[in-house]
Nanobody, 123 residues
């Protein structure tokens, strides 16, 4: 069955960095647009970054210039490098896969979701 397993979350001070990973299995990874979303209690889940099958990336304005999304199709793994972290980046981060190959973070409607990894940034 389809599995998306996130890792790499943790606690860090403001200004620090974390790298999230998402290991995918059970579907044709290279044919799916992949993305990272995040959610804090009481708020809707929001898109953070996406990477289409052709490598095109898109980012939420709040993370542009600080976060970088990448994918390794051979390893079926998605990454999110997060630099210059801010307390407002604190959230549960989710990996997601969308069968629409050329989606963006604004248009993604994921078919599959991971269970999430928690990121906490302290001031």
């Amino acid at each position: 069955q389809v599995q998306l397993v996130e890792s790499g979350g943790g606690s860090v001070q403001a200004g620090g960095s974390l790298r999230l990973s998402c290991a995918a299995s059970g579907y044709t990874y290279s044919r799916y647009c992949m993305g990272w979303f995040r959610q804090t209690p009481g708020k809707e889940r929001e898109g953070v970054a996406s990477i289409a099958t052709d490598g095109t990336t898109s980012y939420a304005d709040s993370v542009k210039g600080r976060f970088t999304i990448s994918r390794d199709n051979a390893k079926k793994t998605l990454y999110l490098q997060m630099n210059s972290l801010k307390p407002e980046d604190t959230a549960m981060y989710y990996c997601a896969a969308d069968a629409w190959e050329l989606g963006t973070i604004a248009t993604m409607s994921p078919d599959y979701w991971g269970q999430g990894t928690r990121v906490t940034v302290s001031s």
